[in-house]
């Protein structure tokens, strides 16, 4: 019986004390989801928390839009589908093997409308005022240096785009919408919205029409 106790508490236990292991670690450093474990990141409750950033992006044929830390395009093929057939998507990632899944993932929908780029954000390589739409989906704890990301991105926007950010728990990169404002605050970037709770939100960050 002690022995059966002890194998369900390491069942229960081990991933926990992975979580926080992995949570400590990228408070430290820059830890993307490796390639390898991209195939788990589709499965329902990353579905579930993908529509409702699509719905909040009010998309239609012919935005432009970057998808910025892109994955293996899971988003990506959905909003090029949104805003074709004048639309474009720009997805980014700073690992070729994440551009390389998400290009055979838009090639199997039969989706030309994508452009990719294979560059970590902040680096300076993105287009100027190009972009209506740009997407951070669970990535933005994952960019070493966040305040420069946001300027870049906050440059590649049109005036008056915005830049749609979404954090949810228990990916161990997850920051909190406090220090988000206080990143958007340093990027010059303004609060247009925000939708859900602790646990999974979405906030809508505009490009000053100014700037």
Not at 3 to 19: E, G, K
Not at 134 to 157: C, D, F, Q, W, Y
Request: net charge positive.
């Amino acid at each position: 019986m002690l022995i059966l106790v002890l194998i369900i508490l390491t069942i229960i236990l081990a991933p926990i004390a992975v979580w926080f292991t992995w949570r400590l670690i990228s408070e430290r450093t820059s830890l993307p989801c490796p390639t390898s474990l991209a195939g788990l990141l589709q499965n329902p409750f990353t579905s579930s928390y993908h529509s409702r950033v699509l719905s909040s992006l009010g998309l239609s044929p012919g935005l432009h839009v970057l998808d910025a830390g892109c994955g293996p395009g899971l988003l990506t093929t959905a909003i090029a589908a949104a805003v074709s057939p004048r639309g474009r998507v720009l997805a980014v990632d700073v690992q070729p093997g994440m551009i390389s899944r998400a290009r055979a993932r838009a090639e199997k929908a039969g989706l030309s409308n994508i452009d990719y780029l294979v560059a970590p954000l902040g680096a300076g390589r993105l287009p100027a005022s190009l972009f209506d739409r740009a997407v951070l989906v669970t990535v933005l704890g994952e960019i070493p240096n966040k305040v420069a990301a946001l300027k870049e991105i906050r440059t590649s926007l049109k005036p008056g785009g915005f830049l749609s950010i979404t954090e949810v728990l228990p990916d161990p990169h997850y920051q909190s919408l406090r220090k988000i404002l206080v990143l958007a605050q340093q990027a010059n970037l303004r609060l247009r919205n925000k939708t859900g709770n602790i646990f999974a939100f979405t906030v809508n960050l505009e490009r000053p029409v100014a700037l």
